[in-house]
């Protein structure tokens, strides 16, 4: 196919908005691990969005979305891959099931086409081509879609599977239709009736790839790459599915075009070897017995039993004052603590650490600021005393435990209204963690992070002070590395 054939089209349709384009890159990274951890790679991927509104539809879309369908927020997947394909980007959305992928490339499907020249009485379309891997598969997307162009007669949608009449078929695709959503063996069949006469891809300009690793393992990559040919070359194009093998990897990028590709809660967070632990409390007070507790028995329990047992302890404070308190209070309950903060002088810190390090089930107490350019020994437990206040703190504090194939505990102290920290650490608890908090711990946290959440979509809470983008990629590495 030649490039110069085919009328030019417009694929970009979305305007970064303010409040997005005034987040500074600590918080779009804060933003993106709260919407589930999404993995972004490939050359300038928009910025996610927060809401709807952020989209600039059209007053009946969003009318559909929020009054009619009551989606009160998009989906991580959706946030982060409708601005990337609004962009006129090619996309790999890699989402679990259920995750609200058909939404993600539909909305900006719909966008394009409504922006297309419509189709002149001898073209049968389609504009918009959607490949799924099964009848059923087809027929859910097509009904999925149909919710959405009812009240729009000049966007027309018909599903084309092998199995359903095929002169049905045949009749509806010769009134014109602007979206078809085939199983790949079906739409080639079509594309050869009538030598091309009665289905063509002559004006398709956006390709969907559904659930493309299933595409893929049942066999369609030839009959998918066979209809590629003969679609235009600037098309856009976008693959959505659970899972990415390798083979599909390499198909994907002989078939997109600089795709973006976007991925959700590809591990967790925080790394699996930790085990999270938090207590709640409505009290200085009742923070600081728990303080106690868990050093008593990370210390003093089995430390006869084991002489060489080597259980050290981190705690994590906010300021210096709090490191100041806490230190004298250990000191007299006769524990061997080390503090390090900003406010010693850097040979006294120095040496803190040396002996911190050398110290048979050592207490380090340490300013969470100050920790980040230390070598901090391994330990088998950190305790978080003051909460965090940003994702990127969380997995570093966290990560001075259970380093290389080591188990560690992260324990985090929580007041409760320290609703930012129990939100982070309501995303970054697994379930079998959740799960072994009491009832009302487990209510009491997801209250708070319900609150904060809600929070954040009006503007009242968001989550800063981190250190950004880099230092988290960098731990990542890490992740990577030991994986
Ligand atoms: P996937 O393709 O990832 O398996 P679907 O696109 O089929 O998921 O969506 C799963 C369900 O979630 C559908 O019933 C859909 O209507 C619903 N859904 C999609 N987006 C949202 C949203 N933003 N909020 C709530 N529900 C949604
Ligand atoms: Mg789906």
Request: glycine share 6%; net charge neutral.
């Amino acid at each position: 196919v030649e490039d110069n054939v085919f009328e030019p089209f417009t694929k970009s349709f979305y305007v970064e908005p303010e409040e997005i384009k005034a987040m500074t890159e600590a918080e779009v990274s804060e933003l993106r691990l709260g919407l589930d951890n999404v993995i972004i790679k490939g050359q300038d991927c928009p910025r996610p969005i927060i809401k709807w509104s952020h989209l600039g539809l059209t007053t009946d879309v969003m009318n559909l979305i929020t009054d009619e369908f009551k989606f009160l927020s998009p989906t991580p997947i959706q946030a982060q891959a409708i601005p990337a394909i609004m962009s006129g980007r090619d996309v790999i959305g890699i989402s679990k099931t259920g995750s609200g992928k058909t939404v993600s490339f539909f909305l900006p499907l719909l966008r394009q086409i409504k922006a297309l020249q419509p189709l002149s009485r001898d073209e049968t379309g389609p504009l918009g081509l959607i490949l799924a891997p099964t009848r059923e598969l087809a027929i859910q997307i097509h009904e999925e879609a149909c919710k959405f162009t009812k009240e729009t007669p000049t966007i027309r949608s018909i599903c084309c599977t092998g199995g359903s009449e095929l002169k049905q078929q045949i009749n509806d695709l010769k009134r014109g239709v602007e979206i078809v959503v085939a199983t790949p063996g079906r739409f080639i069949d079509l594309l050869t009736l009538n030598a091309g006469k009665l289905v063509n891809t002559k004006r398709v300009t956006f390709v969907v790839m559904d659930e493309a690793d299933r595409l893929f393992d049942l066999g369609f990559e030839p009959q998918i790459t066979e209809i590629m040919k003969t679609v235009r070359p600037d098309k856009q194009c976008v693959l959505f599915s659970a899972t990415f093998p390798t083979k599909l990897k390499s198909f994907a990028s002989r078939i997109l075009h600089k795709p973006i590709s976007i991925t959700i809660n590809s591990k967790s967070l925080i790394n699996e070897n930790i085990q999270q632990q938090v207590q709640i409390f409505d009290s200085d007070q009742g923070k600081f017995e728990a303080l106690m507790q868990l050093l008593d028995s990370q210390i003093k329990y089995d430390h006869e039993i084991e002489e060489d047992r080597d259980e050290k302890t981190i705690v994590f404070v906010s300021s210096q004052q709090i490191c100041d308190l806490i230190y004298n209070c250990l000191l007299d309950q006769n524990y061997t603590t080390f503090a390090i903060h900003a406010g010693k002088p850097y040979n006294e810190r120095a040496s803190n650490l040396e002996k911190f390090k050398s110290t048979r089930n050592g207490v380090l107490l340490c300013t969470e600021v100050l920790s980040r350019g230390l070598n901090v020994p391994e330990v088998s437990l950190v305790i978080i005393y003051n909460a965090v206040k940003t994702f990127a703190q969380y997995v570093h504090t966290t990560g001075r435990t259970a380093r290389g194939d080591k188990h560690g505990v992260a324990a985090t102290l929580l007041l409760n209204d320290e609703l930012a920290a129990a939100y982070i650490l309501n995303k970054s608890f697994r379930d079998k963690e959740l799960d072994s908090l009491s009832t009302e711990s487990r209510n009491l946290l997801k209250k708070m992070a319900e609150k904060f959440e809600s929070g954040m979509k009006i503007g009242k809470y968001r989550l800063t002070k981190g250190f950004g983008g880099k230092g988290l990629e960098h731990m990542e590495k890490l992740n990577d590395e030991k994986q």
